[in-house]
């Protein structure tokens, strides 16, 4: 049963070695690059680009503003692997196959994991543009037994059973709020609650109620599933959303969420959250 999409160590090992054969030392960072956020890798120096298509038993991703790249560089020094496009459960991927890249990440040396993505605002002091930093989540597949880790546990990577409070490193969120501070977005930067739902489709009103009674302050169609692997295997893991979109409570409002818009806000922000994740990292001490 672990060997269900590619995720056995075999055939993980096989993808690792690839990705060895084309870069010149380990990485230290994986980030994954959320809707939109691709730019975040034009940050890294020295690039080197890998298709996913060409590492054997990496996913495809299928969707628009998902590039589906791996690229290897440096930020100040520090050796950094970036996926341009992620996979979505929504895509017909399984967990397994989405969380993949996290265990090659960790097999290819990778000690901390900086997860983005784009999200509806649930908490009605939201902005769009805003910077959400994870504090803690709630995985709404996993209620339901839907979870990556479901079948053989690999004991190569870690427990069978594992918590997942304090999931989101306090001491780089702590760093992350002074440097929005420094650069000028600290009242468009807060620390909430991610929900991940399965979509495609965007949260009804009745849907977006219940995820406000729940404490949720974004919403999202992706990240735990990594996050959830991540720590399995003893990643550090740092996470945030950009607020893409209002959720729409009103029954009757004439509003409606729509990816043009989720894009359109993604590309407002560009420059500020390539300035705020070259500013994390710096000041994470990787050196
Ligand atoms: N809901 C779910 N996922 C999303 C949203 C949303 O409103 N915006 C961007 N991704």
Redesign the pocket.
Known sequence: PIDEDGFSLTHLQKATSYIKGKIPSSPRILIICGSGLGILADSLQSPIVIPYGDIPNFPESTIKGHSGQLVFGTISGINVLCMKGRFHYYEGHSLKKITSPVRIAKLLGVELLIITN???GVNQKYKVGDIMLIKDHINFLGFAGTHPLRGLNDDDFGDRFFPVNRSYDKNIRKIAVEIGQSLGIGPNLHEGVYAM?G?PN??SPSEVRALRTLNVDA???STIPEVLVAKHCGLKVFGFSLI??E?VADYDSEKQ?NHEE?LAAVNSRTQQLKDFVIKVIEKCNFN
Do not use: L, R, S
């Open positions: 784009a999200a509806g739902v979509g965007y949260e919403v999202g169609m893409t979109n959720c969420p989720v």
